[in-house]
């Protein structure tokens, strides 16, 4: 069934917010070498960029205009939304970038493959993190030169709050503010809303939406856009459709 034809008033009645529109950042190059990329950059690989063009025509073809976009800080992520929004001929003034929709910080764990990670830090360390919600990560030195707190990017962000190494607790916590004030006010305004990040942001945030649930991104396919719609009146998950796939709704 397309996007546009999904009924936006759920079972039961209840009033949606909506479309909101999100997309995991293309492959880059760091996911094609299985490296841990986090906060450093790594640009789209080529297939990245085809990922992007392929999201932008999906939304296209579900009539879909997005009034406002959002993205994180990093390369990998604005090129994502440069893509999809050219393709889309929308002006460059729509997208915003904040830090807040960065990837989870992975600490020591920066810039390393998995069997790196082990040899260096142990197993038990890295399997705590990749698979817990609360265990941060082995912790980047703030000395290290690729602590954000000498990236000029975050010049504007307080120093306290820049981090050396994130959980996924951590990464929803960074998340919420924004989410809970820019989002929500302007799909309560109407608008229809494209935020392209990252993977862990994407999972964290529609399982918290879901209500502590699974994330649909963990059993649906990962780089496509996926249309959300949010209860009116408690601002959680009320239907949730990978564009080009059966619509799904969460349990309850």
């Known amino acids: ?11 039961g ?12 950042h293309g492959t880059s190059r760091a996911n094609i070498e299985g490296r841990v990329a986090g906060w450093q950059d790594s640009p789209l690989a080529p297939e990245g960029e085809r990922d992007a063009r392929r999201a932008a025509g999906a939304i296209r073809a579900a009539g879909l205009a997005p009034d406002t976009v959002y993205t994180s800080r990093l390369t990998r992520s604005q090129r994502t939304a440069g893509i ?4 889309l001929g929308l002006p460059p003034d729509r997208v915003r970038a904040t830090w807040r929709l960065n990837e989870r910080h992975a600490g020591a ?13 142990g197993r038990d360390p890295v ?18 030169p690729r602590h954000p707190v000498h990236d000029p990017r975050y010049d ?3 120093r306290d709050l820049l981090p050396s190494g994130e959980s996924a607790a951590d990464v929803l916590a960074r998340v919420l503010p924004f989410w809970t004030t820019v989002v929500h006010g302007d799909l309560a305004a109407g608008r229809t809303v494209l935020v392209v990040t990252h993977d862990r942001v994407l999972r964290v945030l529609l399982a918290h939406l879901a209500g502590g649930g699974v994330s649909p991104l963990d ?6 856009p ?3 719609s949010l209860r009116a009146d408690d601002l959680t998950l009320a239907g949730c459709t990978a564009l080009g796939q059966a619509p799904t709704r969460p349990a309850g």
Do not use: C, K, Q
């Open 1 to 11: 069934m397309p996007t546009s034809e999904v009924d936006p008033v759920p079972p």
């Open 156 to 158: 504007d962000v307080p």
């Open 13 to 24: 009645g209840t009033p949606t917010l909506g479309p909101l529109l999100l997309l995991r």
């Open 84 to 87: 999809v929004t050219t393709v």
């Open 219 to 224: 059993d649906g396919p990962g780089r496509v």
């Open 109 to 121: 764990f920066e810039g390393l493959t998995r069997d790196e990670m082990t040899v260096r830090f």
């Open 127 to 144: 399997r705590s993190w990749r698979r817990g919600y609360d265990a941060p990560p082995v912790p980047m030195d703030r000395d290290d």
């Open 226 to 228: 996926w249309v959300v």
